[in-house]
């Protein structure tokens, strides 16, 4: 399988930049996403990188090197809202495979 | 456009009984995928549904899984009979084309919590 890892959990004040680092074996993946995903709630889509180098949207921002296997999340001027738990997932051809998610834990 | 919908959010059963779980995609994505989470894992895939066919359902776990996607429209996930190991998160989500760079992606339901005792 393609193994994805990312930390179980981080926390950051309000105001913060928090960086959430994805690692994945290197074949397979035709792009990777990151998803949001507040309790109970459907996870939602933040961003989704097929080359390499970074994506910004707002204060959140994406970043990919497919020959490292790797990304991060970069989520900027944190605030109490962006507690949630963030999803690497790898794209191959319409299956997703996630990782175990990042809490990440906002504090004043 | 309303979104990726199930029924029911949360469904405790029996050991042994049956359960069907029920996803509405959204209107016009031709691509369905079920999905779940077991506690403390990751989400992971079940199946994918182009149209009424089953394009690919490498991750069902076993044949007490059946899934239907009669017309095209709605699907159903049906656990028969249920075991405690099937607790868990089941997710659906949909898509307009089965891949899209750059665009956004699948759409996921809230899912159902499904809890067999």
């Known amino acids: 399988g393609q193994n994805i890892d990312q930390p179980t959990e981080m926390t950051a004040t309000e105001g913060a930049i928090v960086q959430i680092n994805c690692t994945y074996q290197t074949s397979g993946f035709n792009g990777l996403f990151w998803y949001q995903q507040h309790a109970g709630e459907a996870p939602t889509f933040l961003s989704y990188?097929?080359?390499?180098g970074l994506e910004e949207k707002g204060r959140f921002s994406s970043f990919l090197s497919r020959s490292k296997g790797y990304s991060y999340l970069l989520l900027k001027e944190l605030q109490m809202k962006d507690s949630a738990s963030y999803l690497c997932?790898?794209?191959?051809?319409?299956?997703?495979?996630f990782g175990a998610g990042t809490q990440v834990v906002v504090t004043p | 456009e309303a979104g990726v919908t199930q029924f029911p959010s949360h469904s405790v059963i029996e050991k042994g009984q049956t359960v069907t779980l029920r996803c509405d995609p959204i209107?016009?994505?031709?691509?369905l995928y079920w999905y779940r989470r077991v506690m403390g894992k990751e989400i992971k895939f079940l199946l994918h549904f182009v149209k009424e066919s089953k394009q690919d359902e490498s991750g069902m776990p076993n044949n007490r899984f059946l899934a239907e996607r009669t017309g095209g429209t709605y699907s159903t996930l049906k656990v028969q009979p249920a075991e405690l190991e099937d607790s868990g998160v089941y997710f659906c989500?949909?898509?307009?084309?089965?891949?899209?760079?750059?665009?956004?992606?699948?759409?996921f339901g809230s899912g159902t919590r499904l809890t067999v005792v």
């Open positions: 209107s016009g994505h031709d691509n």
């Open positions: 989500a949909s898509s307009q084309v089965q891949f899209r760079a750059g665009g956004y992606g699948y759409t």
């Open positions: 990188n097929v080359l390499d």
């Open positions: 997932a790898g794209d191959s051809w319409g299956k997703l495979q």
